[in-house]
């Protein structure tokens, strides 16, 4: 069993819309929790870096969270535009890193 | 994709051919990695090299060989061994191996053998 689950696999949304994208985990012990952005055919991009004490982390229309109790994040998307269509990753780091399966995102006009 | 470059983008191999994979970086990065990504998959480590001329085998090493004999460049070989070679494969470096550190990744290769 993967030690970091994301839900949901795939999701789409109307331009102008939020959404959350969740992760979960089972890692330990935890040192930190990344989201990562990947248009389809290139490498990922990190969106945000999350601390065992940080429970939010905003980069611009991107805000995560973290709860580091029920080994949880989430990725909330607002107002989303066409160019976020892509595949949302998570990462958690304990004694190693390991990744999600990503959640891939389309959004439509 | 931060100062990192897979060649080719697209690579096409017949079955029982040995292929290499180019990754550059020119970000004075001392780490270096090889990730295979699969459909509906998390990103699995192949190799990571921590320093010139030392490299580790990763997660899934079996069929693949590396070599670091550059501080800017890390190929990987994927050799007739590895049973199902056809993958998205990503280079990736960071500043220190250290799980602190970002890892910035580069464009990818898509290998298919057939």
């Known amino acids: 069993k993967n030690q970091v689950e994301q839900s949901p696999q795939s999701l789409i949304i109307l331009e102008g819309k939020n959404c959350t994208l969740q992760?979960?985990?089972?890692?330990?012990?935890?040192?930190?929790l990344r989201w990562y952005k990947q248009d389809t055919g290139r490498g990922p991009v990190s969106l945000t870096i999350m601390t065992f004490s940080e429970n939010t982390k905003s980069n611009g229309r991107y805000t995560a969270t973290l709860d580091a109790d029920t080994k949880q994040s989430s990725l909330h998307i607002t107002a989303s535009q066409l160019s976020d269509s892509a595949s949302y990753i998570c990462?958690?780091?304990?004694?190693?890193?390991?990744f999600g399966a990503g959640t891939r995102l389309t959004v439509k006009p | 994709d931060g100062g990192i470059t897979q060649s080719p983008k697209y690579l096409f191999r017949k079955e029982g051919q040995n292929v290499t994979l180019s990754c550059e970086q020119n970000l004075n990065h001392d780490a270096m990695y090889w990730y295979r990504q699969d459909p509906g998959q998390g990103l699995r480590l192949i190799y990571y090299s921590q320093i010139v001329n030392d490299f580790q085998k990763g997660d899934i090493a079996e069929g693949y060989s590396v070599s670091r004999e550059k501080k800017e460049s890390f190929p990987l070989t994927v050799t007739s061994a590895q049973k199902n070679p056809t993958a998205f494969y990503l280079c990736a470096s960071s500043i220190d191996r250290g799980l602190t550190y970002e890892q910035y990744f580069g464009p990818g290769t898509r290998l298919t053998v057939t």
């Open positions: 990462v958690v780091s304990g004694d190693d890193m390991r």
């Open positions: 992760c979960n985990y089972t890692v330990s012990p935890f040192s930190n």
